[in-house]
């Protein structure tokens, strides 16, 4: 499965933005999916993840925190989608979604299989 991101831009603390990741070569049915970033000079982490049904997801402490991000997905049409609000300058980061091809996500970056190749969001002040 070929997975492409998008809907990075720039925005101010406060806004909001949604990310999409739209795959090709392969139904997404069967894939759990995860959005992890990488923040300059900084490691990559995770972010949100959802199962292939899209019964069961996770957020960080990060994302979780007074509902600022919100994952979804229509297997219909083969995206996923991260709706993240409230954005602060610590959102800065270059966003990845990924997919691990077995119903349920793991939190770990080391378990997705296909990755995308990233959307900059840059949250000014």
């Known amino acids: 499965v070929q997975l492409q991101a998008s809907g990075g831009g720039l925005v101010q603390a406060g806004g909001s933005l949604r990310l999409s990741c739209a795959a090709s070569g392969s139904t997404l049915d069967y894939y759990a999916i995860g959005w992890f970033r990488q923040a300059p000079g900084k490691e990559r982490e995770g972010v949100s993840c959802i199962s292939s049904n899209g019964g069961s997801t996770y957020y960080t402490d990060s994302a979780k925190g007074r509902g600022r991000f919100t994952i979804s997905r229509d297997n219909a049409k083969n995206t996923v989608h991260l709706q993240m609000d409230n954005l602060s300058l610590e959102d800065t980061a270059v966003y990845y979604c990924?997919?691990?091809?077995?119903?349920?996500?793991?939190?770990?970056?080391?378990?997705?299989?296909?990755w995308g190749q990233g959307t900059l969001v840059t949250v000014s002040s």
């Open positions: 990924a997919a691990k091809n077995t119903p349920d996500y793991a939190t770990s970056m080391h378990m997705y299989n296909f």
